[in-house]
């Protein structure tokens, strides 16, 4: 098949149609090609030369609530720090590992791409404790996937395909059943791979552990920290997929991610001054919901929609915010400036 018809100045002309017709190609049997999207909810005239998941992917990434990101904690509340994960480069993380994966079970690389960068987008201010500070205000258990699909929806929409927003909502293990695709279900992987291993280097930034209190069963199963435990933990993941013909990990690297994540969460996300700071963090999110239910005026306009229930409008409204600017209206509501 002809790829161009214009090839002396050395460049080739990769149209769409070209692009999709090398994806049937080269692409595993269980992969998504673009050319098989469920669609949008809004049709579209397909574009020249992106397919519809690298349309998703530009437009996550130009997104305003992917920019928020940055303001946004990973582990650590409104760090000092140059150097600490946020929520943006933990996502930038999460794309990389499972980028990686695809590749090496001939997966839709550009699919799982948008589905990593826009997986974050629902985070309320402070990470999952935003989470827990939401849920006692509707039904059931607030969840920032749900919310990430909310925002790029109604609040923000911009027309995603259906296989991206599956892969959002159905990220986290919570979820089930998960995602409908095998490029979904690798974010849920990359997503743990991600955040145990620069979770764990934060801590040992900030001295809260040592590399030497790292568990011994940890690095006997992963090798050396850091680079080296990706590395294991990728491999596991690409060498139990082509085993089983979905994506999985192998048994062994799996319990002994499990317990490392159950280390984590004892000697670092458990901790007593991380419950203290974030006893204050589900305080100063429940201060602003609680605030603007009964001066629901006082609310800025963007991301409120007013058909919506009221706690909803309150509810998007905060969970929008950033950390530092969470924070900074609610010192100017509850702790006002002084005046002389």
């Not at 769409?16 to 949008?40: H, T």
């Not at 409104?78 to 590992?97: A, C, F, K, M």
Request: charged residues 30%.
């Amino acid at each position: 098949m002809a790829v161009s018809d214009a090839t002396t100045t050395g460049f080739l002309k990769l149209t769409r149609d070209i692009r999709e017709q090398r994806e049937r190609e080269c692409l595993s049997p269980i992969a998504v090609c673009s050319a098989d999207s469920r669609g949008r909810e809004r049709a579209e005239s397909p574009d020249t030369y992106r397919t519809c998941f690298e349309r998703d992917r530009d437009r996550i990434l130009y997104s305003k609530p992917f920019r928020r990101l940055k303001h946004k904690a990973q582990v650590f509340i409104n760090p000092e720090g140059d150097h600490v994960v946020t929520r943006l480069t933990h996502t930038l993380q999460v794309t990389q590992i499972a980028r990686s994966l695809a590749a090496a079970l001939g997966l839709n690389e550009t699919l799982t791409e948008a589905i990593c960068l826009g997986h974050e987008v629902g985070h309320a201010p402070f990470g999952h404790i935003g989470e827990e500070a939401l849920s006692p205000y509707v039904e059931g258990e607030w969840l920032h996937s749900e919310q990430g699909v909310r925002v790029f929806s109604r609040l923000e929409p911009i027309n995603l395909s259906w296989e991206v927003l599956d892969g959002i909502r159905a990220h986290t293990w919570k979820i089930q059943p998960g995602p409908a695709t095998q490029e979904g279900m690798l974010i849920r992987y990359a997503d743990r791979i991600a955040y145990l291993v620069h979770d764990m280097e934060d801590a040992v930034r900030a001295g809260i552990l040592s590399r030497n209190q790292l568990p011994a069963e940890s690095r006997r199963a992963f090798g050396e920290p850091g680079r080296q435990w990706v590395s294991t933990m990728i491999h596991a993941v690409i060498e139990e997929s082509l085993r089983l013909g979905e994506v999985s990990m192998d048994p062994a690297i799996l319990d002994a991610m499990n317990g490392f994540r159950k280390f984590m969460f004892e000697n670092v996300y458990l901790r007593p001054e991380s419950k203290s700071q974030a006893a204050k963090a589900v305080r100063i999110l429940r201060d602003l919901v609680d605030y603007y239910l009964e001066h629901p005026d006082e609310m800025p306009e963007s991301y409120r929609l007013r058909e919506e229930p009221l706690v909803t409008q309150v509810l998007d409204v905060v969970a929008g915010m950033t950390d530092r600017y969470a924070l900074r209206v609610h010192d100017r509501i509850f702790r006002p400036a002084r005046t002389v």
